[in-house]
T-cell receptor, first 116, second 107 residues
């Protein structure tokens, strides 16, 4: 079945550092990918929709200059957390769906980001 | 944004008990998905329900989509410790989720 791969799985870095997270669709082409954020004991919150070859669509309240999204190919989307601070620490999860009707979204295994 | 409400949010039961988790909305969905998430991992798709009134079974899990396609339920029979996790219902593209139901099954 469809598989979404996310890398890295865990990042610990100092405050002020920029961190890039990669999301790949392994056996299908994804014109659209999605980025979610999850705080401890909470559900997934949609941050943005990544569109191949065009600008990402951000949800209300998500800073696009803080969370840079690039979707340069049909199998890769990246999320860069710029100048990360401790409050950006969270579990970031990407998702993609095959471009056929009624296909569900599949999720990566997430990236745990810890900013010291 | 169509709001999905899940209940209960937390559930702790003994092994062998039955349970039902509910997912409700005031809006109509063309389909709903149920996912299960374990700590430190991404959600894994359990089922997609599409047709109003539809019932799908996955071993001890029974999923139902309401006739009006506004609500869904997940029933687990004879729960086992391996069922422990966060259960999420979601709809639309991109998927938006309810708050989830955190299930703990105690041996």
């Amino acid at each position: 079945g469809a598989v979404v791969s996310q890398h890295p799985s865990w990042v610990i870095c100092k405050s002020g550092t920029s961190v890039k997270i990669e999301c790949r669709s392994l056996d299908f082409q994804a014109t659209t990918m999605f980025w979610y954020r999850q705080f401890p004991k909470q559900s997934l919150m949609l941050m943005a929709t990544s569109n191949e070859g065009s600008k990402a669509t951000y949800e209300q309240g998500v800073e696009k200059d803080k969370f840079l999204i690039n979707h340069a190919s049909l199998t890769l989307s990246t999320l860069t957390v710029t100048s990360a601070h401790p409050e950006d620490s969270s579990f970031y999860i990407c998702s993609a769906r095959a471009p056929y009707s009624n296909q569900p979204q599949h999720f990566g295994d997430g990236t745990r980001l810890s900013i010291l | 944004t169509q709001l999905l409400e899940q209940s209960p949010q937390f559930l702790s039961i003994q092994e062998g008990e039955n349970l039902t988790v509910y997912c409700n909305s005031s809006s109509v969905f063309s389909s709903l998905q149920w996912y299960r998430q374990e700590p430190g991992e991404g959600p894994v798709l359990l089922v997609t329900v599409v047709t109003g009134g539809e019932v799908k079974k996955l071993k001890r899990l029974t999923f139902q989509f309401g006739d009006a396609r506004k609500d869904s339920s997940l029933h687990i029979t004879a729960a086992q410790p391996g069922d422990t996790g966060l259960y999420l219902c979601g709809g639309n593209t991109p998927l938006v989720f309810g708050k989830g139901t955190r299930l703990s099954v105690i041996a």
